[in-house]
């Protein structure tokens, strides 16, 4: 049971420090730091990380596992995985042109 837990963790620490890793690599080439990227990088790995509980709900025991504990797990869900996609999907791509547009030296950042 904690094994599985165990192996999901490693996974989502070594997929947060790759991407720290390749943001960091990006402000030495640049020398520069730019606040929304970092803010919303660090968001987007509280969201990962928020995925936890919800991995710790499959070993719950049947006798457990009544018709709230259901409905309380799916609102849980839903609400996890549309703030997910509000992370990646629609902010990030916002503030990208916003800074594009704010700042023409943010697009070689990106190239970076």
Do not use: C
């Not at 989502?12 to 690599?25: G, S, T, V």
């Not at 030495?28 to 509980?53: A, C, E, H």
């Not at 457990?64 to 995985?81: D, G, K, T, V």
């Amino acid at each position: 049971m904690y094994v599985y837990l165990a192996i999901h963790l490693i996974i989502i620490l070594r997929f947060l420090i790759r991407e720290q890793k390749n943001i960091n690599k990006k402000n030495k080439i640049t020398d520069k730091k730019w606040m929304f990227d970092s803010i919303i990088t660090s968001l987007v790995g509280i969201g990962f990380l928020m995925y936890m509980p919800i991995q710790v709900l499959n070993f719950m025991d049947d006798a457990n596992w009544s018709i709230q504990n259901q409905i309380i797990s799916s609102i849980i869900f839903a609400l996890f995985s549309i703030f997910s996609y509000i992370l990646v999907k629609i902010i990030s791509v916002k503030v990208t042109t916003q800074m594009s547009k704010l700042y023409p030296e943010y697009n070689l950042y990106k190239k970076a």
